[in-house]
């Protein structure tokens, strides 16, 4: 691809993007061509779409087909109905009934009993469309989490150490904004010991350091109909509330990181400060600088205190991680405030 004068490689998304702009797009290709009413109602969960809706299901078969093609779900042809790929991987009682490329794109949950991959307590596959096995998913990782002891003894109650919302809006994510033109992979949760890793496949549009402030969908017709039955946070607010569930639960700073096909998100599980890398507080230190910015305030040393619960005599140890952060290039400081040290205010770099 040339840039200017330079010529400059092509991204793997980049090159596909351009390979895919002859073919008809991903979700309205047909997942099932000719189907009957009946195949329509057997195929998909259409109880359960209407019950995510919030709406009375209708009372003759034909108010919903009506409905369901009105949406792009499904399309009416000479030959009977075409049920799309969105509707079946969106709606389907089981995935494997239309096609073993479909089924192969269902989330896959390991659970490990260490830190590593040496020995494998669960493994489970999902057959069923996003949307209908949404809930049962997010509540089977949650319950196979560990106990946050630290948060308990706060709140005098059983807590898991990974927070349900942001298990939700993490696994939400990875289903939305993956790559579907890649085959033979799907969307992976992986839980240790100390940690859970939900991935999928594809780069995103976004650089990971603007996951906080800025969203945009690889697939915006799944990403709305997702929103729409309650499955996914309006746009931009979802990363915003795993980071902040991080701080509420004193949890490290999760990690977002890039290879050459899949995006991963990392979630620790409890550390004290005194365990985490210089890379962890750094991360930490930035996300809550955004959180700050994004919630019309400034991170200040005592805010980022509070964020890693410090006493005020560790004010010499966080002033040391804001310069580290600001030599990072991720943070700045706030021109408009006071040029003093102890009152100073930080603004992300990128704002």
Known sequence: MRVGEELQPMTPDRLKQIFAEDHQDWFSQPARLDASPDDV??????????????????????AVLERLQSQDLIKQTNQGWTITNLAAIVLAKKLDAFSLALARKAPRVVIYEGINKLQ????????????VSFEKLVSFVHSAAPQNRFIEEAVRQEVKMFPMQALRELIA???????????????????????????????????????IDENRSRNEQLADLMRRLGICEEKGS?????????????????????????????????????????????????????????????????????????SESKTATVSLIIGATKEAGLIKTDDSESNSNRYARYLPFWA
């Open 41 to 62: 109602i057997a195929l998909l969960d259409t109880q359960t779409y209407f019950e995510l809706l919030k709406v009375p299901y209708p009372t003759t078969r034909d």
């Open 238 to 310: 979802g990363i915003d509330k795993v980071v902040s569930a991080a701080e509420v639960f004193q949890l490290p700073a999760p990690d977002f990181r890039v290879d050459d096909i899949r995006t991963t998100t990392v979630l620790f599980a409890y550390q004290i400060f005194d365990d985490m890398s210089k890379s962890d507080r750094i991360r930490a230190c930035y996300q809550h600088c955004c959180l700050q910015h994004i919630s019309n305030r400034k991170m200040s040393n005592q805010t980022l205190r509070e964020r890693f619960r410090l």
């Open 173 to 211: 994510n990875a289903l939305v904004h993956q790559d579907f033109l890649e085959t033979g992979t799907s969307v992976m949760i992986e839980m240790y010991s100390d940690r859970i890793e939900i991935s999928n496949p594809g780069i995103p549009p976004i650089p990971v350091n603007r996951f």
């Open 120 to 131: 494998t307590r669960d493994d489970k596959m999902g057959n069923r469309g996003y949307a």
